[in-house]
């Protein structure tokens, strides 16, 4: 018997020094780690220790014989990436990370945002150094796109949080929420007070695609419709128009592929999860039947990890539908598909497309559709969305890419709401340097770069500091390398030594932002969101205005 990593695994890689057979892959240090859907343990070497379910922080990790239908097929999904990539055993003997010199004092660090590589990056300089941290996010509520960005039927994916929960329990690190800098406290003063100041405020807007009748009523950005469901404060009074029978998404990440579930998903479904409650309502009355998810390239190119698009087959009472005509390769498709080579996870996301377009839609339930090799070119309607109007590409190579090229064939959809789900962008943040085209903080592994130097005491980790891509747990890596620029800087006595302590901060905040929430008010919103959850059998009810979570905080 073996273990085998499924769906929800958040690539963080926590499990790989747990294994003591070294049998997971690919680890940090390999090349492949970059652009891995997800990570894989070989079955001919596993032990069958049970080390690594319990390093997993998602929950991602079953023995064989433990896994439900919807995951079966992920046995064969490990088995198949040791097939193309043989397990060499490269095991090092852990090397234990230098601290730096005690007598260097304890490291003051800022860090701005709350989200996944906030909470990463704190956690490293937890472990690495003798530190205080303090973690800023302008909402009353930690955990940024782990609250208000991964979908609610996922709630695995979720748990990663409690983990920084139990990491984040002492004094050493203090929640600054409900603070906003730039307007409680500025840049320049966060300097004053620590030596280092980690940005990681993640990729806030959207991309805009840049056609005609973008802006009709009725037409979104995925990202707008994500934090509504998931009752972000900011979106919480936004209204989506879910009379109609139709929905076409743009783009096909998995995104688009959260939306469409939380789109089809039979409301009961959804009622035990902590949807908001005004998207749940919504969601209830909702007339919508079908979901288009177009990609503007073929489906060997979509965006969506073939996990997340096996994981629609088991959906109840969804079809996913194709037209086997979508699914004909161009010739340079063609002979990827037929390289022995060719990566386990790519043949599997096109083999998944087969299957779904063999399979007969039942009438009677909601479908998600998708097309492929299809840009659109104008949404169009008198004074809301009425329709979408795409283009039929043809790919092409272009720099070493294969892009989409439009032809002369148009097609139109009727539609009620178009959601464009067409990628994160990152926004300039006050007092650092931006880079507009890439939307990121200009840096080098992390340090903050402005006219070829490095800013003394200013990084970035996260999606500000990459661009948006990848899943939670790549922001393990991510942060761990900006933390070691820090201790770096910190021993090496480039870091000013702050002004203020951490009793000046608390003054200073209590003077600009009483209304700011530490741990105890954190705490007391957890307890009553997750209190209200009990009673209805939910993980946790979400409050979704300021007022709410200040008066929960308050208890
Ligand atoms: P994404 O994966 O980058 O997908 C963006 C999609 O938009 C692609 O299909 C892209 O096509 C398309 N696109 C871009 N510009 C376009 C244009 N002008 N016209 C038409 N299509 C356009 O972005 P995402 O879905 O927002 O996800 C962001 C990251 O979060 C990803 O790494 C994703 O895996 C991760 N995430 C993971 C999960 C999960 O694990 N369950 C859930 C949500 C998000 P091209 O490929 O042709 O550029």
Redesign the pocket.
């Known amino acids: 018997m073996a273990y085998v990593i499924t769906q929800r695994c958040c690539n963080d890689a926590s499990c790989v020094p747990e294994c003591p057979v070294d049998c997971i892959r690919p680890t940090p240090e390999q090349p492949e780690f970059a652009t891995t859907e997800q990570l894989y343990i070989d079955p001919d070497t596993c032990i069958d220790c049970g080390a690594c379910v319990d390093a997993c922080p998602v929950e991602a990790i079953f023995s064989e014989d433990d896994l439900t239908a919807s995951l079966a097929r992920f046995r064969d999904i490990n088995a198949s990436y040791f097939e193309r990539h043989p397990l060499e055993s490269n095991f090092d003997p852990l090397v234990t990370p230098s601290r730096p010199p005690k007598e260097l004092g304890t490291l003051r660090v800022a860090i701005v945002g709350a989200g996944p590589a906030a909470c990463y990056a704190a956690d490293e300089l937890l472990r690495r150094a003798d530190v205080e941290v303090e973690m800023f996010d302008r909402l009353p509520t930690p955990w940024g796109l782990v609250r208000a960005?991964?979908?609610p039927d996922?709630p695995g994916?979720k748990s990663v949080s409690a983990m920084f929960e139990s990491a984040f329990r002492r004094d050493t690190l203090q929640y600054r929420l409900n603070v906003e800098v730039g307007k409680h406290i500025s840049h320049d003063e966060l300097l004053g007070h620590h030596h280092a100041v980690i940005y990681a405020v993640g990729a806030s807007t959207d991309?805009r695609?840049d056609v005609p009748g973008e802006d009709l009523a009725g037409s979104h950005s995925a990202t707008e419709f994500v934090a509504w469901y998931n009752g972000h404060p900011d979106y919480a009074e936004r209204s989506f128009d879910l009379s109609g029978e139709r929905v076409v998404i743009?783009?096909?990440?998995?995104?688009?592929l959260?939306v469409a579930r939380v789109l089809t998903l039979p409301a009961d479904e959804l009622a035990k999860t902590d949807i908001a409650d005004h998207a749940l309502e919504a969601l209830r009355n909702s007339n919508v039947r079908e979901v288009v998810v177009l990609?503007?390239?073929g489906p060997l190119?979509?965006?969506y990890?073939s996990s997340?698009f096996l994981a629609l087959g088991h959906l109840k009472g969804v079809d996913v539908v194709i037209d086997p005509a979508e699914l004909e390769l161009d010739p340079h498709s063609q002979a990827l598909f037929d390289d022995p080579q060719i990566e386990p996870s790519l043949k599997l996301k096109y083999e998944l497309a087969q299957e779904y377009a063999a399979e007969t839609p039942n009438p009677e339930n909601k479908r998600i559709v998708f097309r492929y090799l299809a840009?659109?070119t104008e949404i169009t309607g008198d004074d809301k969305v009425e329709a979408l109007e795409f283009v039929h590409n043809e790919l092409v190579e272009e720099d070493g890419r294969v892009v989409?090229r439009a032809s002369d064939r148009t097609e139109a959809l009727s539609a009620s709401m178009v959601l464009r789900?067409?990628?994160?962008k990152g926004r300039p943040v006050q007092d650092l340097p931006f880079d507009d085209r890439g939307g990121v903080v200009p840096n080098e592994h992390g340090r903050v770069v402005a006219d070829g130097a490095h800013v003394t005491g200013v990084y970035v980790s996260g999606w500000i500091k990459r661009g948006?891509?990848?899943?939670i747990g790549s922001n393990r890596v991510d942060a761990t390398e900006t933390v070691e620029q820090v201790l770096e800087d910190f021993t090496a006595g480039k870091l000013a030594a702050p002004e203020g302590d951490r009793a000046a901060l608390e003054a200073l905040l209590s003077e600009r932002q009483p209304d700011a929430i530490g741990r105890e008010g954190w705490k007391a919103i957890d307890a009553a969101e997750k209190g209200a959850g009990k009673s209805a059998g939910r993980p946790r009810v979400k409050f979704t205005t300021i007022d709410d979570l200040l008066k929960a905080a308050r208890g």
């Open positions: 960005g991964v979908a996922h994916t991309r695609l743009v783009g096909n990440g998995n995104v688009a959260d990609g503007r390239r190119q979509a965006a990890t997340e840009s659109p989409a789900s067409i990628g994160y948006p891509r990848g899943v």
